[in-house]
């Protein structure tokens, strides 16, 4: 079936280190592979995704790459900030676009960066 | 720009009852997911609504069913609640053409005693 594997389940590092979560899925037909951050007491937010046809993608200290022969994706932040402290979810889902289909989520990374 | 927003924001009913919460999308979306998030596990996915209509269905019992509204804003109702059902609500809007990114609320805390 549909699965979504993340490790690790925690993740602890020094304010100004870089944090590396991983997923795998099981679905070779997943094109689509969004990252969120959830704070305590409040909805995930999407901070960056992926599509298939690209095998890496940054935004400013966020970065994700996508090897889609192995099933991977990851997770880069650099320059981890107390800020950054959150758990983190990665999902995967079929249809890149236009599609209106279901996010597999992995079951999350809680990441704390100590000042 | 309003985000997806959702109501209420907590909920305590006894085992039995029925409950109703709502959501409205983002401004422009007209999608609607909704996933259950159970204490230190990540979303799943119970349904889409799409066009009014219940378009795909995660595995959760009939004891979930849903709404659309034309203006795009959605129910959830959980009948027959059980203690199990305790969890966090999440609701996320997106716009069907396009890149269909998911955008979600700050979910509705729902404890079954």
């Known amino acids: 079936g549909e699965n979504v594997e993340q490790h690790p389940s925690t993740l602890s590092v020094q304010e100004g280190d870089s944090a590396v979560i991983k997923c795998t899925y099981s679905d070779s037909a997943s094109n689509y592979f969004p990252w969120y951050k959830q704070e305590l007491g409040k909805g995930p937010q999407l901070i960056i995704d992926?599509?298939?046809?690209?095998g890496e993608k940054k935004d400013q200290r966020i970065a994700v790459t996508l090897n889609k022969t192995a099933k991977h994706f990851s997770l880069h932040i650099t320059e981890t900030q107390p800020e950054d402290s959150a758990v983190y979810f990665c999902?995967?889902?079929?249809?890149?676009?236009?599609?209106?289909?279901?996010?597999?989520f992995g079951t999350g990374t809680l990441l704390a960066v100590q000042p | 720009d309003a985000g997806v927003t959702q109501s209420p924001t907590h909920l305590i009913k006894t085992r039995g009852q029925q409950v109703t919460l709502r959501c409205s999308p983002k401004?422009?979306?007209?999608?609607v997911s909704w996933y259950q998030q159970a204490l230190g596990q990540g979303p799943q996915f119970i349904f889409q609504?799409?066009?009014?209509?219940?378009?795909q269905r995660g595995n959760f019992p009939d004891r979930f069913s849903g709404h659309q509204f034309p203006n795009y804003s959605s129910e959830l109702n959980v009948n027959a609640l059980l203690l199990g059902d305790s969890a966090l609500y999440l609701c996320?809007?997106?716009?069907?053409?396009?890149?269909?990114?998911?955008?979600f609320g700050p979910g509705t805390r729902l404890t079954v005693t």
């Open positions: 401004s422009g979306h007209d999608t």
């Open positions: 992926i599509r298939s046809n690209v």
């Open positions: 609504y799409y066009e009014e209509e219940e378009r």
């Open positions: 999902a995967a889902r079929r249809g890149s676009h236009g599609a209106t289909n279901k996010l597999i």
């Open positions: 996320a809007s997106s716009l069907a053409s396009g890149l269909n990114e998911q955008y």
